[in-house]
Nanobody, 115 residues
């Protein structure tokens, strides 16, 4: 499985960005698809996840501001980020886990939020 993340860039506080993660496989067939982020000197943290049964989970810090979604026809997972804050500045990674518990990572896309 190959994952290609895109959509990062510079945004002002309060602004919005939409990240995309194009998968070489069928996203609807994965056990889980997720977005993580990692800021300098911080550990990688889970931002949002889409479970195969349709359940979505979010980190407390992004609830109500970020939305994970997917387009099965395009094999793409999105992360819509609204009301961005400077503390959202990170490299964002997409991740999938298949039914054999194998984990795959995209290359990351940088999001910078200015105050």
């Amino acid at each position: 499985v190959q994952l290609q993340a895109s959509g990062g860039g510079l945004a002002q506080a309060g602004g919005s960005l939409r990240l995309s993660c194009a998968a070489s496989g069928t996203v609807s067939s994965f056990a889980r698809v997720a977005w993580y982020r990692q800021a300098p000197e911080n550990q990688r943290e889970l931002v949002a996840a889409f479970i195969a049964d349709g359940t979505k989970t979010y980190a407390d810090s992004v609830k109500g501001r970020f939305t994970i979604s997917r387009d099965n026809a395009k094999n793409t997972v999105y992360l819509r980020m609204n009301s961005l804050k400077p503390e959202d500045t990170s490299v964002y990674f997409c991740n999938t886990i298949d039914w054999r518990s194998r984990s795959f990572w995209g290359q990351g896309t940088l999001v910078t939020v200015s105050s």
